[in-house]
C-alpha cells in the first residue's frame, strides 16, 4: 500500500500481523530504494511491512502545498521547497 507522502506521519495505521497500532510517524523505515526513492514503513512492534512512500518531485510539493493550504504534514519541521 502506497501511504500519502504528505500526511502519513499523522495518519493512522494499524498491523493486521501483530496488532499495532499509532501515527504514521511511529512507523520504522525498512527498505530504501534509492532509485526510485522508495521507502518501506515496517510494524515498530513486529517489523510487518506496512506500506511505503515514494518521494515526490519538487513541482509535485509546490502543487501539494498550494492545493492542500495550512495543512499539517508532520514534515512542518522541514522546509519541503
Ligand atoms: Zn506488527
Redesign the pocket.
Known amino acids: 500500500m502506497q501511504v500519502n507522502f504528505f500526511t502519513f506521519k499523522l495518519d493512522d495505521f494499524v498491523?493486521t500481523?501483530?496488532?499495532?497500532g499509532g501515527k504514521g510517524a511511529e512507523l520504522k523505515n525498512g527498505d530504501f530504494s534509492e532509485t526510485h526513492f522508495i521507502c518501506d514503513l515496517d510494524?515498530?512492534?513486529?517489523?510487518?511491512h506496512i506500506g511505503f512512500w515514494q518521494a515526490p518531485l519538487r513541482k509535485e510539493v509546490e502543487k501539494w502545498k498550494i492545493e492542500h493550504p495550512g495543512v499539517k504534514t508532520g514534515w512542518d519541521d522541514l522546509d519541503m521547497t
Not at 500481523?17 to 499495532?20: I, V
Not at 510494524?43 to 510487518?48: A, D, I, K, L, T
Open positions: 498491523c500481523k501483530c496488532g499495532w510494524c515498530p512492534s513486529c517489523f510487518e
